[in-house]
C-alpha cells in the first residue's frame, strides 16, 4: 500500500479498476481493493467515480472505446464503398479476435463487465452500426450499393456478422474453418448490395 | 425407488436421464441418480449405455432430433426457393426461440449438455446445412439464385443468421427489434441469392 506519489487522475484509477478485476476476478473485486492498489482510501476513488456502478462502467467504456476508433478511420475513409465495407468489417473481426485470444481470462472478465453495463454496450454498438450506414450511405450515393434504407441494411449487416464479431462466439474464432466461413459470409452480404 | 413394471427401453432410460439433468442439473447428475428414478442398478443402465458420457450424448441428440424433422420437411418442399428458404430460416429461429422461452432452465441445462458433446452438435450442423443447400442447389437449378457454390452458399446462410439460431444469443430472441432485425436479415441475404 505505497502512499502514492503522482496525481490521482481518474485514468490512473481505472488502470488499477482493471487490475484488480483482472486479479480478483468481476465478483469478488471491490472498490476498497482498487483504493488499496493506489494507496488511498476508498472515499477517495468515491470523489472520482460516486459508485461502485460508476466505476465500473467507465472501465468498460474504456475497454470498448479502441475499437470504435480504428473503425472510423475506415468508415470516413475515400475509396471503394465494397472495399471499405469488407476492410471494416475485416477490421472488426481482428480485434476482436486478437483481444479475446491474447487474454481470454481478462476478454472474460471484460465480458462480464460489458454484460453488466448494457447501456455502455448498447451505447458501443450504436455507435459502430453507426459507422456502417455511413460506408453504406457513401455506397449507395456512389451508385455502388443499390439498398433503399441505409440505416435497416446496416442493421442487417451488423447482425448477419454477429458471429465475428459478437463475444458470446468468441471460442469459435480461432476454429481454421472460421476465417473461411468470414469470406463466404462477407461474399454473400456485398452480393445482396450491389445494383 | 418404485420396482419397474413396464420393460426398460433405451427411450425410457433417456427420458428418466433428461428428468435428472434438469433436477440436479448436468454437473451433478449422475447415473446412480438415473437408475434410481427408473428403480433399477446402474448396472441395468449401463447395459443400455456403456457409458455416463455414452448416455449423456444419447440425451443430445434426442434433444436435436425434433428440430431436424420439421425443417427437413420444409427443404425437401416443393415450391419457390426463396419462399421455403425464408419459412426453412423462419421455422427454425421459432422454433428455438419457443424452446428457450418455454423452460430458460432446462434450455441451459441441454445448451451444457450440447457444449459438452460437441460431435452431436456438429452433426446436428451439418445436417442443418446440408438442408440449406438442398434449397440453394433448388433455387439455382430453377434460375431462382445465382450462387456458383450451393454449399458454400449455404454454408454462408447459417453463420449469417447466427444470432436467430446459436443457443449463444438465446438472451436476446424475446427482445422487441429481435423479429425486426431477423426480417432485415433475411432481406439481405436473399437480395445476395438473386441473379
Known sequence: MPPSETPLTPERILEATEDVLRRYGPAKATVVDVARALGVSHGTVYR???TKAALREAVAVRWLAPEQGDLCVIAEDSG?????LRRWLGSLFEAKRRRAGEDPE????????????????????AVLIGQLEVIVAAGIADGEFAADDAAATARALWHATARFHDPAHAHEWHAPETAADFDEVCALLLRGLRP
Do not use: K
Open 106 to 125: 481478462l476478454f472474460a472478465t471484460f465480458l462480464a463487465l460489458a454484460r453488466e453495463n448494457s447501456d455502455a454496450v448498447a451505447r458501443h454498438i
Open 80 to 84: 471503394a464503398a465494397e472495399e471499405r
Open 48 to 50: 472520482h467515480f460516486r
